[in-house]
């Protein structure tokens, strides 16, 4: 990792710079595979299937019978953990959900709002090298609890032409409706669309890599929505004095090791600590499995000193990190002065890991930035507001005349007109 210094606010910028996703490069690409599943579905499906992951598949839906394999083959260990983490996801998701609250914006008019669920939609789950299994619990959960009817996941087989068995047994837990065996852009192209055995969705939630991104970004342009946009996974600590070197290492390298294209930054107003975070890096790295890919990562990525809180501070909202874990004494208090964030992990025992498995909080976050303006997944993502008024005569009698005025301000009189009609009808029966 390199290491800077006090540095210039003018270096800031390129000092926070993010690596390349390359999605330009991956959108031409993206569309041409996308227009093919589009007009010819299921045949288009098996070609890009054999020809991006190297399977042979006639039949993409999963069996109750593969089902089943699945979850004999998980191991009592992984299925009490499982369970923990679904416990405490449903419990913070549960919690979300609002009674629906009927206001008064003056007397006779009423005014109020009311949640309901998006009928249909897709999820996307990684297979490969970390098949997320805990990604279907982070979008199912909260899919469920909103009232969705229908969930549908879409992941990629193996060379085997069998799903990860952790992601069946996940998926069958918490009550996901379809399961396909298919992956990358052509996955994104069936939900988006539908084909003779995939149906279509109304929003589609999930990470992938650069070509699901891409995907994704080009089917929401004009036809189905989408969670978030999505970038490499990220990290940045904050840290002070007090801040446990061995752990801030292993917190830089739990997400260092999610890609080479992932980044990390530790910013800190101790100089002294660089160092040790240094050593206990080398440490910890020669102990992984994926050693090289976090290494990759890691040239990607700073370790920053500034000279004071309010430096980091203004720093870290100017990054707007993915995950942002604050190792420093008063971390309630600094972490409540945070703006751009997707979620914090306060003092030196909350690991970010602990959000990406089993705390509670969703792991489905903003990332390259758009924490300025974009949310994690909620319960709310699966949702979408309908709002209602009810206005009675004496409602219409007192608030008319301000439509009437304004309607006719903007030269729209048939606007104007429907409240005169109802306005005169009252005064005609009196």
């Avoid at 102990?287 to 430096?311: F, G, P, T, Y």
């Avoid at 009675?392 to 030269?411: D, R, T, V």
């Amino acid at each position: 990792m390199q290491k800077i210094v006090y540095p210039a606010k003018e270096s800031w910028e390129e000092l926070l710079e993010r690596p390349d996703n390359g999605l330009e490069d991956l959108f031409d690409t993206a569309r041409g595979v996308l227009e093919d599943v589009k007009r010819n579905k299921d045949a288009a499906l098996i070609k890009y299937t054999r020809m991006f992951d190297g399977v042979e598949l006639e039949d993409f839906k999963v069996s109750q019978a593969e089902i089943n394999e699945a979850c004999i083959n998980i191991s009592s260990d992984l299925k009490e953990a499982i369970l923990t983490a679904k416990q405490n996801i449903e419990t913070f998701h549960q919690a979300q959900l609002r009674e629906v609250k009927v206001i008064e914006t003056m007397p006779g008019v009423q005014c109020w709002q009311k949640a309901v669920p998006i009928e249909k939609v897709g999820l996307y789950i990684p297979g490969g090298t970390a098949p997320l299994f805990s990604t279907v619990l982070m979008l199912a959960i909260p899919a469920k609890i909103a009232g969705c009817k229908e969930v549908v996941l879409c992941t990629p087989a193996g060379k085997d032409g069998k799903i990860n068995p952790a992601i069946l047994y996940a998926a069958n837990l918490v009550g996901v409706t379809k399961i396909f065996k298919l992956g990358g852009i052509q996955a994104i192209g069936a939900m988006a669309y539908g084909t003779e055995t995939v149906p279509s969705v109304s929003k589609i939630f999930g990470p992938g890599n650069r070509f699901v991104t891409a995907a994704k970004q080009v089917v929401s342009l004009k036809d189905v929505a989408i969670d978030m946009p999505a970038g490499p996974s990220e990290v940045m600590v904050m840290a002070d004095e007090s801040a446990e070197p061995a752990f801030i290492a292993a917190d830089l390298l739990s997400q260092a090791e999610h890609g080479a294209d992932s980044q990390v930054i530790l910013v800190t107003n101790n100089e002294a600590l660089l160092d040790k975070v240094e050593k206990a890096l080398d440490e910890q790295l020669n102990q992984l499995s994926r050693k090289e890919v976090a290494e990759k990562a890691l040239d990607n990525s700073r370790m920053i000193v500034l000279k004071s809180v309010d430096e980091m501070l203004e720093m870290c909202n100017e990054y707007a990190p993915e995950h942002l874990i604050i190792s420093m004494r008063d971390d309630e208090e600094i972490g409540a002065k945070v703006m751009n964030a997707g979620s914090i992990f306060l003092g030196n025992y909350s690991p970010e890991s602990a959000g990406d498995y089993a705390s509670g909080t969703n792991h489905t976050l903003p990332t390259h930035g758009y924490a300025k303006s974009y949310s994690g997944v909620s319960t709310e993502s699966f949702m979408k507001k309908i709002t209602y008024q009810k206005i009675s005569e004496k409602g219409i009698q007192k608030l008319g005349p301000a439509i009437e005025i304004m309607a006719a301000a903007e030269q729209l009189y048939a606007h104007k007109n429907a409240v005169t009609v109802r306005l005169q009808k009252i005064k005609e029966s009196k």
